[in-house]
């Protein structure tokens, strides 16, 4: 180690050199393979078993077998994948994940570890490659025999749907037992390895024993399964092509009908594709419709097939997966050999308002076509149309669709390799398109159906959540926001609604999710009104519509008329299957949340209520108001007055003890305690938490403090206290107005400088009651008696006014006393 390297800098090399070693062990195939293009086939039926990673790949101590090997799958540089990223359990930091044709598989090593496990792992490898037919290694000896191979192979054989092993279950089968000298795997070896009479006499045995249609439908995901492992010139590809046409080529039929369609173009789409066949000759059980050139990725675990007429076909059908392994310039696009190649440059996308795309924009080429195989369940009839649907994954970039084969074999019918006629999906036009499976739509939001709907202003209030709805300045603005996505949106999705900007200091809380537990806030980014939401429980379906409503917070401020603002936009990320795939953003063409005045200023709550109306007691007064636009101190010397209040008076010792008399200032209270209202008022002499008394007219003026602000549609509740006149007064008639403040606030008719005047109604009408007195009189002998009975009346008296001494109090109606 270099006296300049530390410790950790000394793991970090050797990592980066296991990795280059691993790497290199699959050589030039491996150099081809970009991530294989496409996932493994999931009717695998060889499963590769790993409880323990850093031993099941250990090259040295337990060396792997041939069927580990085919289990395994190709070696590719993507076999065996190290991420240092996700931390494990305990000290193990390091995920290896392995991709086998039937499952991943993901466990965690110790970064310690990691470089002799690589080692070890490099070994496996070796062995896998050294056990390849056209292997030229010093362990190509040991390669088994087709026949023992078979043996390997069949005695691991699961069937993914069943979980059982049909190949065991075939090879003692008596009707499959086609020689008595040898085992099923010695026939099918000297019929499909062999190039003699013998091949030939094996073939016709196989063909004549009336189990060979299952002997196909067992062994051709067992020869695809190997083939992927090895495909070699020497490998099983040919051996399985022999295998599924030796035994149907007595009739020639053609195919009447032969074509296809999707349900959805769109990049990372789920797509169904319907394939319509008609078959010029009548079709036994067991008849396989194999299709070529559909080169896709599964959308489910396993490729589920339908069919109309029912049940006319196995529900699950054999899939071998594509290659991809080229990238190809789109101008000419690829060569007929996809002998070009170009890493480095970006999927196409197609530019509909350009209607061409840029030269540094490119295709991905498959240099080997998927293959899909679809069995017959019962008879049909010639010239029947038969439609089966399966769904595929489109690919999450454009793609040079090829064209797609249909071929038919059956007992004594063969039908030879015929392009289908393809469909484009919605109707969509685009001379880039050639076939189903190109991909050509970008995955995006309909822009059509793409809508955020506020609500109106003037808005309402609402009295279950106690604020007012709109769209108004003030207020809270709702906002129902209608999308349908070309493509499905699954939980860990994400949705990204820009533009929901609001004028002011940016500092604005993000717009509140309401009854949305399909949804949460991911973030929010206030200076940009980005809103990206996180999809947490039901799949958001392609092509169905979805709602969500956002709660947003008006500025107090409204804006100008013709403001310019940004337009909201909306686009999803981690969209589709793999969640791999963005959305193009779809833009609504309109601005949003643009705070609104209204039309005409109201005071939007105005109440007065008192504590008593007892002549001569102090009274607390309660004022609650609000108002439809906000005000503040600096747009003028803005004044609220109260009228009606000339059956009270100011009174010192109403009033705080200890406040200063200035002769015409009542001291402002909290009817909230902290709310701190009053401290946004001062009285005419500029005391502040005051407001001034008009003895002679009986108002109540309040002026805003300095600094002060009034929001729109919050309530202020202030209180003040009075004395109540001796003299009484039933029924004040009180009424708020508002003058004095900026001309341009004033929204109604100003009239002599009052901007508005409204009545104002309390909880309890504001009077001043008659001085009286509540009384209770009871008596102790009731009933007539001699003079000589005595009757003792006692009289309760409860004044509502203060009585002083010296007073005359006079009781009557004492009738029948004596």
Same mark, same amino acid.
């Given at each position: 180690?270099?006296?300049t390297?530390?410790?950790q800098?000394?793991?970090? *090399?050797r990592?980066?050199?296991?990795?280059?070693?691993?790497?290199?062990?699959?050589?030039?195939?491996?150099?081809q393979?970009?991530?294989?293009?496409?996932?493994?086939?999931?009717?695998?039926?060889i499963?590769?078993v790993c409880?323990?990673?850093?031993?099941?790949?250990?090259?040295?101590?337990?060396?792997?077998?041939f069927?580990?090997?085919?289990?395994?799958?190709?070696?590719?540089?993507?076999?065996?994948?190290?991420?240092?990223?996700?931390?494990?359990?305990?000290?193990?930091?390091v995920?290896?994940?392995?991709d +086998?044709?039937?499952?991943?598989i993901?466990?965690?090593?110790?970064?310690?570890?990691?470089?002799?496990?690589?080692?070890?792992?490099?070994?496996?490898?070796?062995?896998?490659?050294?056990?390849?037919?056209?292997?030229?290694? #010093?362990?190509? &000896?040991?390669?088994p025999?087709?026949?023992?191979?078979?043996?390997?192979?069949c005695?691991?054989?699961?069937?993914?749907?069943?979980?059982?092993?049909?190949?065991?279950?075939?090879? #003692?089968?008596?009707?499959?037992?086609?020689?008595?000298?040898?085992?099923?795997?010695?026939?099918?070896?000297?019929?499909?390895?062999y190039?003699?009479?013998?091949?030939?006499?094996?073939?016709?045995?196989?063909?004549?024993?009336?189990?060979?249609?299952?002997?196909?439908?067992?062994?051709?995901?067992?020869?695809? !399964?190997?083939?992927?492992y090895?495909?070699?010139?020497?490998g099983v590809g040919?051996?399985?092509?022999?295998?599924?046409?030796?035994?149907?080529?007595?009739?020639?039929?053609t195919?009447?009908?032969?074509?296809?369609?999707?349900?959805?173009?769109?990049?990372?789409a789920?797509?169904?594709?319907?394939l319509?066949?008609?078959?010029?000759?009548?079709?036994?059980?067991?008849?396989?419709?194999?299709? /070529?050139?559909l080169?896709?990725e599964?959308?489910?675990?396993s490729?589920?097939?339908?069919?109309?007429?029912?049940?006319?076909?196995?529900?699950?059908?054999?899939?071998?997966?594509? #290659?991809?392994?080229?990238?190809?310039?789109?101008?000419?696009?690829c060569?007929?050999d996809?002998?070009?190649?170009?890493?480095?440059?970006?999927?196409?996308k197609?530019?509909? *308002?350009?209607?061409d795309?840029?030269?540094?924009?490119?295709?991905?080429w498959?240099?080997?076509?998927?293959?899909?195989?679809?069995?017959?369940?019962?008879d049909?009839?010639?010239g029947?149309?038969?439609?089966?649907?399966?769904?595929?994954?489109?690919?999450?970039?454009?793609?040079?669709?090829?064209?797609?084969f249909?071929?038919?074999?059956?007992?004594?019918?063969?039908?030879?390799?015929t392009?289908?006629?393809?469909?484009v999906?919605?109707?969509?036009?685009?001379?880039?398109?050639?076939?189903?499976?190109?991909?050509s739509?970008?995955?995006?939001f309909?822009p059509?159906?793409?809508s955020v709907?506020?609500?109106?202003?003037?808005?309402?209030?609402?009295?279950?959540?106690?604020k007012?709805?709109?769209?108004?300045?003030?207020?809270?603005?709702?906002?129902?926001?209608?999308?349908k996505?070309?493509?499905?949106?699954?939980?860990?999705?994400?949705?990204?609604?820009t533009?929901l900007?609001? &004028?002011?200091?940016?500092?604005?809380?993000?717009?509140?999710?309401?009854?949305?537990?399909?949804? #949460?806030?991911?973030?929010?980014?206030?200076?940009?009104?980005?809103?990206?939401?996180?999809?947490?429980?039901? /799949?958001?379906?392609?092509?169905?519509m979805?709602?969500?409503?956002?709660? *947003?917070?008006?500025p !107090? +401020?409204?804006?100008?008329?013709?403001?310019?603002?940004?337009?909201?936009?909306?686009?999803?990320?981690?969209?589709?299957?793999g969640?791999?795939?963005?959305?193009i953003?779809?833009?609504?063409?309109?601005?949003r949340?643009?705070?609104q005045?209204?039309?005409?200023?109201?005071?939007?709550?105005?109440?007065?209520?008192?504590?008593?109306?007892?002549?001569?007691?102090?009274?607390?007064?309660?004022l609650?108001?609000a108002?439809?636009t906000?005000?503040?101190?600096? !747009?003028?010397?803005?004044?609220?007055?109260?009228?009606?209040f000339?059956?009270?008076?100011?009174?010192?010792?109403?009033?705080?003890?200890?406040?200063?008399?200035?002769?015409?200032?009542?001291?402002?209270?909290?009817?909230?305690a902290g709310?701190?209202?009053?401290?946004?008022?001062?009285?005419?002499?500029?005391?502040?938490?005051?407001a001034?008394?008009?003895?002679? +007219?009986?108002?109540?003026?309040?002026?805003?403090?300095?600094?002060?602000?009034?929001?729109a549609?919050?309530?202020?509740?202030?209180?003040?206290?009075? !004395?109540?006149?001796?003299?009484?007064?039933? /029924?004040?008639?009180?009424?708020?107005?508002?003058?004095?403040?900026?001309?341009?606030?004033?929204?109604?008719?100003?009239?002599?400088?009052?901007?508005q005047?409204?009545?104002? /109604?309390?909880?309890?009408?504001?009077?001043?009651?008659?001085?009286?007195?509540?009384?209770?009189?009871?008596q102790?002998?009731?009933w007539?008696g001699?003079?000589?009975k005595?009757?003792?009346?006692t009289?309760?008296?409860?004044?509502?006014a203060?009585?002083?001494?010296p007073?005359n109090?006079?009781?009557?109606?004492?009738?029948? *006393?004596?």
């Amino acid at each position: 180690m270099p006296p300049t390297m530390t410790r950790q800098q000394s793991m970090q *090399a050797r990592i980066v050199l296991a990795i280059m070693i691993l790497s290199a062990v699959a050589g030039t195939a491996m150099a081809q393979m970009d991530g294989r293009g496409f996932t493994m086939t999931t009717t695998a039926v060889i499963p590769f078993v790993c409880d323990d990673v850093e031993t099941c790949l250990d090259g040295y101590a337990t060396p792997p077998s041939f069927q580990e090997c085919v289990a395994l799958g190709a070696v590719t540089s993507e076999s065996i994948r190290l991420d240092y990223n996700t931390s494990g359990p305990g000290s193990k930091k390091v995920m290896v994940s392995i991709d +086998t044709p039937s499952a991943k598989i993901s466990h965690y090593i110790s970064i310690n570890d990691v470089f002799l496990w690589v080692r070890k792992a490099r070994q496996y490898l070796n062995i896998c490659r050294s056990l390849m037919a056209d292997s030229i290694t #010093q362990r190509s &000896t040991e390669i088994p025999s087709p026949a023992s191979a078979m043996d390997e192979l069949c005695d691991a054989y699961v069937d993914p749907m069943s979980g059982m092993n049909p190949c065991q279950k075939i090879r #003692q089968d008596p009707r499959c037992l086609v020689d008595d000298t040898m085992s099923l795997h010695e026939t099918l070896e000297k019929a499909l390895w062999y190039n003699d009479d013998m091949a030939l006499e094996m073939q016709g045995k196989i063909c004549e024993c009336s189990c060979w249609a299952d002997i196909i439908d067992v062994y051709t995901p067992l020869f695809e !399964q190997w083939e992927n492992y090895d495909s070699g010139a020497q490998g099983v590809g040919p051996k399985l092509t022999t295998l599924q046409t030796m035994c149907t080529e007595s009739v020639l039929g053609t195919f009447l009908t032969a074509s296809i369609g999707e349900s959805n173009g769109a990049q990372c789409a789920v797509n169904t594709l319907s394939l319509t066949i008609s078959p010029s000759l009548d079709l036994p059980v067991g008849a396989m419709l194999t299709v /070529t050139g559909l080169n896709a990725e599964l959308a489910e675990q396993s490729l589920m097939v339908m069919s109309d007429p029912m049940d006319y076909v196995k529900k699950t059908a054999s899939w071998t997966m594509p #290659q991809c392994t080229k990238w190809c310039s789109m101008v000419g696009l690829c060569p007929g050999d996809g002998s070009a190649t170009d890493e480095n440059c970006l999927a196409v996308k197609y530019d509909f *308002a350009v209607g061409d795309t840029t030269d540094e924009r490119c295709m991905r080429w498959c240099d080997k076509n998927s293959r899909i195989v679809i069995t017959t369940t019962d008879d049909i009839d010639k010239g029947t149309d038969l439609v089966v649907t399966f769904k595929l994954l489109n690919p999450t970039y454009m793609t040079n669709a090829g064209d797609v084969f249909v071929e038919l074999s059956a007992a004594g019918v063969y039908m030879e390799p015929t392009k289908v006629t393809a469909a484009v999906a919605d109707g969509v036009t685009n001379p880039l398109v050639q076939s189903v499976l190109s991909a050509s739509i970008p995955p995006q939001f309909d822009p059509v159906t793409f809508s955020v709907v506020e609500s109106p202003c003037p808005g309402t209030y609402e009295a279950s959540t106690d604020k007012w709805i709109g769209k108004c300045a003030g207020m809270v603005n709702r906002l129902t926001v209608s999308m349908k996505p070309n493509v499905d949106l699954l939980p860990g999705s994400r949705i990204t609604l820009t533009g929901l900007t609001r &004028t002011g200091d940016n500092l604005y809380p993000a717009p509140m999710l309401m009854d949305a537990p399909n949804f #949460q806030t991911d973030n929010w980014d206030s200076a940009t009104g980005a809103l990206t939401l996180r999809v947490t429980q039901d /799949t958001l379906m392609a092509n169905m519509m979805a709602s969500i409503v956002l709660e *947003a917070s008006m500025p !107090q +401020t409204p804006d100008m008329p013709g403001m310019m603002k940004s337009n909201v936009k909306i686009s999803a990320s981690r969209a589709g299957q793999g969640l791999s795939c963005n959305f193009i953003e779809t833009d609504l063409m309109a601005p949003r949340l643009i705070a609104q005045r209204p039309e005409t200023f109201s005071f939007v709550e105005k109440t007065v209520s008192m504590e008593r109306c007892s002549p001569g007691e102090c009274n607390t007064i309660t004022l609650s108001l609000a108002v439809n636009t906000a005000l503040e101190e600096s !747009q003028g010397d803005v004044m609220f007055v109260i009228n009606g209040f000339m059956g009270m008076d100011r009174a010192l010792g109403c009033m705080p003890a200890g406040c200063s008399d200035d002769g015409s200032s009542i001291v402002l209270d909290d009817a909230v305690a902290g709310s701190n209202h009053k401290n946004l008022f001062k009285s005419e002499n500029g005391v502040q938490s005051s407001a001034t008394w008009k003895p002679a +007219t009986g108002q109540v003026m309040l002026f805003l403090a300095r600094g002060a602000r009034l929001d729109a549609f919050k309530t202020y509740t202030i209180t003040w206290r009075l !004395q109540n006149k001796i003299v009484p007064v039933d /029924t004040f008639s009180n009424t708020l107005q508002m003058s004095g403040f900026n001309a341009s606030k004033c929204l109604g008719d100003e009239i002599g400088g009052v901007c508005q005047q409204e009545s104002v /109604t309390g909880r309890d009408a504001i009077k001043v009651c008659k001085p009286t007195f509540t009384s209770v009189v009871s008596q102790s002998y009731p009933w007539p008696g001699c003079g000589t009975k005595e009757n003792t009346v006692t009289i309760t008296l409860t004044p509502n006014a203060k009585v002083n001494a010296p007073s005359n109090v006079t009781i009557s109606g004492l009738v029948g *006393a004596a």
